[in-house]
């Protein structure tokens, strides 16, 4: 339960770095469905 939480937590962080990375604001606002 807690490393499935982690994983998650560390995929959105790494969704949220890629997206603002890209600086796109189409794919920006996709960094905040998860």
């Known amino acids: ?19 603002t990375e890209r600086s796109v604001e189409s794919d920006y606002n996709m960094c905040f469905r998860i």
């Open 1 to 19: 339960m807690y490393l499935i939480a982690c994983e998650h937590l560390y995929m959105s962080i790494v969704n949220y770095v890629h997206c």
